[in-house]
């Protein structure tokens, strides 16, 4: 029998670890993808505050060999804007976690997360370069996000994947850019009260799982193809998005 971690019974516990490995093998793979797998499930276990600061906290530790490749073929004009913009914001988006309606939050949530899947799949595309303005703006709606939620994805990922640039530099400047960031969110959770010692347990205790599960997928990235990238990626955003919506709650909790 394991302990109780963080208020969760042994069976909830267990359900966390296997999301969290699930969330790995995604972000292993894709670049992306841990929060829109980990959040709605692990945010129907424990409180979302909990949810979203272990997340980020086993993120920041684990991927980091990921991120010295990734830092070799990025796009750094865009990924440092993009990453500056979110510094930028993140705070506010973690005030408002902690002080704003849950239930207003997360159909908000779901429509930002359904406009932007509805860009992508519409098969829209910019050929020119972006500039430092655009990339700076997209930044900031993703850190909003991600301070309020930990989904900080969907707007970049439309963002460089409605663009010119090939998937392993997508991937690689997403890795870049969630790294990055996740020292803003960081720093907003600590200043928001939400770095506590039930939250390094938890945490401590689920990081083998991640690991290992985002090692794996970032071996089947390699073998993959740009067509089930873009597959996933368009998938996880749906998934984010409909898991996300509080009329699905009977259903989906």
Do not use: H
Request: charge should be positive.
């Amino acid at each position: 029998m394991l302990p109780d971690v963080a208020g969760l019974e042994s069976p909830a516990f267990l359900m966390v670890c296997a999301t969290i490995a699930l969330a790995g093998l995604t972000r292993g793979f894709a670049g992306f993808g841990a929060a829109m797998i980990y959040m709605p499930i692990a945010s129907s276990i424990m409180d979302p505050k909990l949810a979203a600061a272990s997340l980020l906290l086993v993120d920041a530790t684990i991927s980091l060999p990921m991120v010295v490749s990734a830092t070799k073929i990025c796009d750094w004009r865009t990924v440092l804007p993009a990453a500056g913009g979110a510094v930028v914001t993140v705070s506010i988006g973690a005030w408002v976690l902690t002080n704003a309606d849950p239930y207003v939050l997360r159909w908000v949530l779901s429509c930002v997360v359904l406009v932007l899947l509805a860009v992508l799949v519409s098969g829209w595309r910019y050929t020119k370069a972006p500039n430092k303005r655009t990339s700076f703006g997209v930044g900031a709606v993703s850190g909003l996000l991600g301070g309020m939620t930990q989904l900080a994805g969907p707007p970049v990922i439309t963002y460089w994947m409605s663009g010119p640039l090939p998937i392993s530099v997508i991937r690689a400047n997403l890795i870049t850019y969630f790294f990055f960031t996740s020292f803003g969110s960081f720093a907003a959770f600590w200043w928001n009260g939400l770095i506590t010692q039930e939250l390094l347990l938890l945490s401590l205790l689920i990081c083998p799982a991640y690991g290992l599960s985002i090692y794996l997928g970032a071996k089947g990235f390699s073998k993959s193809s740009g067509k089930s990238y873009r597959l996933l990626a368009y998938t996880l955003i749906l998934g984010a998005a409909i898991t996300s919506m509080p009329i699905l709650d009977g259903i989906l909790r």
